[in-house]
């Protein structure tokens, strides 16, 4: 009896480690594709960030889906797992500002390294920052009618680790 506590004990505890690992190396992100979105995951200074410089990427909206709970996700139990719906602004014209800026390159390196199938840079976005008018112009926006959005970085504390935070506060659609 008490070699097999000890044993369950010692399996809890290898299993604590690997989940443990796994979170660190960021394994836990693992996107669904959908929309032309198959968004590949990929030193921080915030006192020289300038979150007031407003910056213009042309572009447009789209979404994809993510697991709720990726890192006990098992497809022969669960064939339907949970998933939530991001939004995500696809950058077609304006991505060198944010990934030539030094400060922005060392806070916000790994928002602008993730692209999708065609290799534009993709970044979460929440379209209920833009008045009404704006977001609909946002969510109306496709490849073949992109849109000029006028965003300015998130603040450190402004941040949070919610699966579809983005790096961005939305301010207009010209």
Partial sequence: MLFVMKKKILILGIFACVVLVAILCGVGQVFLDQNDTDVMPIANNPDSLDTEKIYEVSGYYSTYDILM??????????????????????????????TSDPVLVSNFD?????????????????PNDLPSVNKEALLESTVDF???LKIKMKTPLERDA????????????N
Avoid: M, W
């Fill in 162 to 173: 919610y699966y579809c935070e983005g790096p961005v506060n939305l301010i207009s659609v």
């Fill in 69 to 98: 709970y990726p890192l006990d996700y098992d497809p022969n139990r669960d064939p339907y797992p949970a998933t939530t719906t991001c939004s995500v602004f696809i950058v077609l014209d304006g991505a060198e500002q944010l």
């Fill in 146 to 148: 992109p849109i000029d």
């Fill in 110 to 126: 790994h928002y602008f390294k993730r692209v999708n199938s065609n290799g534009n840079i993709v970044f979460n976005v929440d």
